[in-house]
């Protein structure tokens, strides 16, 4: 690894964050063809309108598990909140009505980061427990399964929402920060200008 480069991201952590994002993909498919009668000829792409439904199953099975472990390994990171934390979010991140200079010092995951964090690991929750009833809708009262429907709907349209976002600020709007995923590294400079406070602790002799 070169001089000017800093690891940010280990080889479990990249596994799992890429392996949640690709069967997200794969759920976001299924799932608006299966829901959406005006989607879906989305169901072809996976495989049919019966088949969509076991592969809805079974990719649902393992995004509840990068969830786990997303959470697991990053729960630390993105916890407690301070007075930075706060003023990130009066200032916007310096996205929309200030400046990336009047941004405090962010450590690993800003405070962006952090609140996309919980709002995914929450909705993904909200996913599986809904998700689970549709399953098996015989087992619970029929009120409970008609309101899971419409839970699961929701929650599914506001996380693909939040991927929208989470993917745009990753590219976009922050060259540089996708291949810190894709590689598990970033340069000195990245780190110095994104996360300060993270990468004095890191380049601590």
Not at 4 to 12: A, G, K, W
Not at 79 to 102: F, I, Q
Not at 130 to 158: D, M, Q, Y
Not at 162 to 167: D, T
Request: charged residues 15%; positive net charge.
């Amino acid at each position: 690894m070169a001089v000017h480069e800093i690891r940010r991201f280990e080889n479990s952590e990249r596994f799992w964050h890429i392996t949640g994002a690709a069967t997200f993909i794969v759920l976001a498919v299924s799932g608006l063809g299966l829901y959406a009668r005006e989607l879906s000829w989305l169901t072809v792409l996976t495989g049919g309108p019966y088949l969509s439904k076991w592969v809805h199953f079974l990719a649902g099975l393992v995004f509840a598990l990068c969830q786990v472990m997303n959470f697991l390994q990053w729960r630390r990171d993105c916890s407690g909140w301070t007075e930075a934390d706060g003023d990130w979010l009066r200032k916007s991140g310096g996205y929309l009505w200030s400046t990336h200079d009047d941004v405090p010092e962010q450590g690993r995951f800003n405070t962006g980061q952090k609140l996309m964090f919980w709002s995914t690991s929450l909705e993904s929750l909200g996913l599986f427990a809904t998700g689970i009833v549709l399953w098996v809708p015989f087992v619970f009262p029929k009120g409970i399964a008609s309101l899971s429907l419409l839970l699961h709907a929701f929650f599914g349209v506001t996380l693909i929402m939040l991927i929208v976002i989470h993917v745009y600020l990753a590219t976009a709007a922050n060259p540089g920060t996708f291949r810190a995923m894709w590689t598990g590294r970033v340069s000195a400079g990245w780190a110095r200008y994104h996360h300060a406070r993270w990468w004095k602790d890191v380049s601590r002799p």
